[in-house]
C-alpha cells in the first residue's frame, strides 16, 4: 500500500500517518522522498500484509491525496495512476525531466587526451553541457579494446571542467569503479559530475544495481537489457531504486532480434510512452547501439538521425550518441559514430522535433 501526499507535505503530515501506520501489525511504514524540479513528492509504503488494512484509514488524514494498493513488481518507480506527476531530478545544475531533451554525444570509448579535448572542446561550441564518455568497457570478446580504465579519470575530468561539462554518462561494471570515481573527481576538484551507467550487459547483475542503488550521489542511467522484456529491465530499475537511490534514468538501446536487420538491433523507441505511462522514469534513447552503422536515408539525413526523431516525438527526454573525431580510427564502435561536422544540424534536428511535439501537445 502506498500513501501520497500533497507537494511539499509537513513533517506533521507525514509524520501522523507514519505513527498511525505502526498501529497495524505486520506492517512496516517506509518514507520516500522524490526531489523533483519544483516540489518535494513523499510517499508512506506499507510493507507487509496489507490486505485486511482499509484505504479509508489514510485517505481522510491532513496533506492525504491518494492511498494505493499496489500489485506491480515496481512499487517505487511506478507512476501509480498519477497522470499529472512531474518527474525527474536535478544534478550537477543539470535537470533531468520531461520537459526537455538533454544531448549526451561523445566517446563510446576514451582513447587518447587529445580525441577527449577535442569533443569536449566541440561540445562546448554547440552549448552541450553533458557528454557520455566510456572508461570501463565491457566487449564481447576478450580481445577488443576495454577502455583506458582509471588511468584516464583525471584527464577526463579535468578537460571536462574546462569546457563546462557539467554531467559524464560513464559505464561502471564494478563496485571498485564507483570508488576509483569518486577518487578521481576529489582530485579534480570535483570539476564535473558523472551519471553511473548499467550497460545492457549488465542490466540483470543484481549485486552491481544494489551498489549504485545504495549511494545516492550519482545519478544512474540504466540501459534496457538486449534480450530481456521489458518487465524486467523495469523490475531491475527497482533494485536500484529499493536501495535508496530514486535518480534513474531509463535507457532503451535497441534489442537483439533476427528481425533487427539491416540495423545492429531492433529499435524499441515505440516503448518511449509505455516506460513513460508505468513509471516515473525520465526516458533516454540511445540511437548509435539500436542502428549501428551511419547509413543514409534518401533524404540524406542518416538513419541514426530518423530514429532519433522517433524516440523525441514520443517524448524522450534524453539523447545518447556517438561522438568522435576520427569515426574510421576509434577503437570501440567506430562505424556508427557522428562526426563533428554532423552535430550542429543533429543539434538542430532535435530541437525541431521536440518543437513539434510540444506544438502537438499544445492542441490538447
Known amino acids: ?32 522522498s522524490y526531489r ?40 517505487l518507480i511506478g507512476r501509480h495512476g498519477r497522470e499529472g506527476l512531474r518527474v525527474g531530478f ?15 554525444a561523445g566517446l563510446c ?10 569533443t569536449m572542446a566541440t561540445l562546448a561550441d554547440n552549448e552541450i553541457v553533458t557528454t557520455r564518455m566510456g572508461v570501463y568497457k565491457p566487449r564481447t570478446s576478450p580481445y577488443d579494446f576495454q577502455g583506458l580504465g582509471k588511468d584516464c579519470l583525471p584527464w577526463v575530468f579535468e578537460l571536462a571542467g574546462a569546457h563546462g561539462i ?3 554518462a560513464m559505464e561502471v561494471t564494478d563496485g571498485r569503479h564507483l570508488d576509483e570515481i569518486r577518487h578521481a573527481l576529489d582530485q579534480s576538484g570535483r570539476a564535473t559530475g558523472v551519471m553511473l551507467q548499467i550497460g545492457t550487459r549488465n ?20 540501459k534496457r537489457g538486449m534480450g530481456t522484456s521489458l518487465e524486467e529491465s523495469l523490475s531491475a530499475c527497482e533494485y536500484i531504486a529499493s536501495e535508496g537511490n530514486p535518480n534513474i534514468v531509463f535507457c532503451l538501446r535497441g534489442v537483439k532480434t533476427h528481425l533487427g536487420d539491416p540495423h545492429r538491433n531492433l529499435v524499441d523507441f515505440a516503448h518511449v510512452p509505455v516506460v513513460r505511462r508505468q513509471t516515473r522514469l525520465p526516458v533516454c534513447i540511445d540511437p548509435s547501439h539500436s542502428v549501428g552503422r551511419m547509413f543514409q536515408a534518401p533524404d540524406g539525413l542518416p538513419d541514426i538521425f530518423h530514429v532519433v526523431g522517433q524516440g523525441v516525438i ?24 557522428l562526426r ?23 492542441l490538447g
Open 90 to 104: 536535478e544534478y550537477n545544475g543539470v535537470s533531468f525531466q520531461e520537459q526537455q531533451v538533454n544531448l549526451f
Open 1 to 32: 500500500m502506498i500513501i501520497m501526499f500533497d507537494p511539499n507535505p509537513t513533517d506533521e503530515a507525514v509524520g501522523a500517518v507514519l505513527a498511525h501506520a505502526t498501529g497495524f501489525s505486520g506492517v512496516t511504514p517506509k518514507k520516500y
Open 166 to 168: 557539467r554531467v559524464i
Open 36 to 75: 523533483g524540479n519544483l516540489y518535494t513528492v513523499v510517499e508512506v509504503h506499507l510493507i507487509g500484509s496489507t490486505a485486511s488494512i482499509p484505504t479509508e484509514a489514510f485517505e481522510g488524514m491532513p496533506g492525504v491525496t491518494r492511498v494505493v494498493r499496489v500489485s506491480a513488481s515496481y512499487r
Open 203 to 222: 542490466a540483470q547483475n543484481f549485486e552491481l544495481l544494489k551498489l549504485v542503488g545504495q549511494q545516492k550521489e550519482f545519478p544512474v542511467l540504466f
Open 314 to 337: 514520443a517524448g524522450a527526454s534524453m539523447v545518447l550518441v556517438d561522438l568522435h573525431p576520427h569515426p574510421e580510427a576509434a577503437l570501440c564502435d567506430g562505424p556508427q559514430a
Open 109 to 118: 570509448a576514451v582513447d587518447t587526451r587529445e580525441n577527449v579535448a577535442a
Open 340 to 362: 563533428f561536422s554532423q552535430l550542429p544540424r543533429l543539434v538542430a534536428y532535435v530541437k525541431r522535433v521536440r518543437s513539434a511535439y510540444e506544438e502537438v501537445l499544445r
